[in-house]
């Protein structure tokens, strides 16, 4: 099957993206009287961050949570368009050596300061963008 680690890629951005935007739309309930008073801080309590910018910390993460959205979503976008538009092996294999960086990257650094879900996935996307960019034959 041609391009089958690049196709994967491509699912596994959608999935993460679609899995990783539910936290948007999922309220999540303090159980008990130390996460109601953890959860008020996270959404009410703003921080002085300079320059008249006060954000929550539910701001900055929801910020950040975007983010990840996003770059999955983006990319697998990109990866979508190379394919249906029949670009050239060589840049292909070029976008998929920087997604490969890129994913990598934020793989190694979830890897230390994130929990399981975001962890697999975005191990599985820099592995799949990794043997798409290796398996690629440049023209």
């Known amino acids: 099957m041609k391009n089958l680690w690049l196709k994967l890629a491509i699912v596994m951005q959608f999935i993460t993206a ?3 935007s539910l936290s948007f739309f999922v309220k999540n309930e303090p159980k008990n009287d130390t996460e109601k008073q953890l959860y008020d801080l ?5 921080m002085d961050a300079g320059a008249g910018f006060h954000p929550s910390f539910l701001d900055l993460f929801n910020a950040v949570s ?3 959205t996003l770059l999955c979503l983006g990319a697998g976008l990109i990866n979508l368009f190379l394919l ?4 050239r092996a060589g840049t292909i294999k070029g976008i998929q ?3 490969a960086l890129i ?4 793989f190694i650094l979830n890897l230390f300061l994130s929990f399981l879900p975001p962890i697999i996935c975005l191990g599985l ?3 799949f963008e990794l043997l ?7 023209e």
Not at 84 to 87: E, F, G
């Open 18 to 20: 679609a899995a990783h």
């Open 42 to 46: 996270i959404s009410n309590y703003k």
């Open 66 to 68: 975007s983010s990840l």
């Open 84 to 87: 249906r538009s029949k670009a």
């Open 97 to 99: 050596g920087i997604f």
């Open 103 to 106: 994913f990598g990257i934020s």
């Open 125 to 127: 996307i820099f592995l």
């Open 132 to 138: 798409a960019w290796w398996k690629m034959k440049a």
